[in-house]
């Protein structure tokens, strides 16, 4: 059974980080598409980032050159290294992957970046 478990969410200012996880269990990170969504209120989820299995990595253009995915193949875990965070990327995020056509979500975690 696929299970993705996010963390790291919280609430921070304007230009300051953070760093959400997702935990997977039933699936192993290095194997699969990992990627990250986020739902602001009122908006439709959208696409973030994602991590393909021999480490390739892609953007959402509002994010380029101040998100960062990454996994711990270790810990099972994928990462989402977010900087110079503004206050439209307040949202909840989510990790997804997808194995053998069934999509997979964790609960998500909320980040709410003040001005």
């Known amino acids: 059974q696929v299970q993705l478990v996010e963390s790291g969410g919280g609430l921070v200012q304007a230009g300051g980080s953070l760093r959400p996880s997702c935990a997977a269990s039933?699936?192993?990170?290095?194997?699969?598409?990992m990627a990250w969504y986020r739902q602001a209120p009122g908006n439709q989820r959208e696409f973030v980032a994602r991590i393909f299995c021999r480490g390739d990595t892609n953007y959402a253009e509002s994010v380029k050159g101040r998100f960062t995915i990454s996994r711990d193949n270790t810990k099972n875990t994928v990462y989402l290294q977010m900087n110079s965070l503004e206050p439209m990327d307040t949202a909840v995020y989510y990790c997804?992957?997808?194995?053998?056509?069934?999509?997979?979500w964790g609960q998500g975690t909320q980040v709410t970046v003040s001005s």
């Open positions: 039933g699936i192993t990170v290095s194997i699969y598409l």
């Open positions: 997804n992957t997808q194995r053998l056509g069934t999509s997979y």
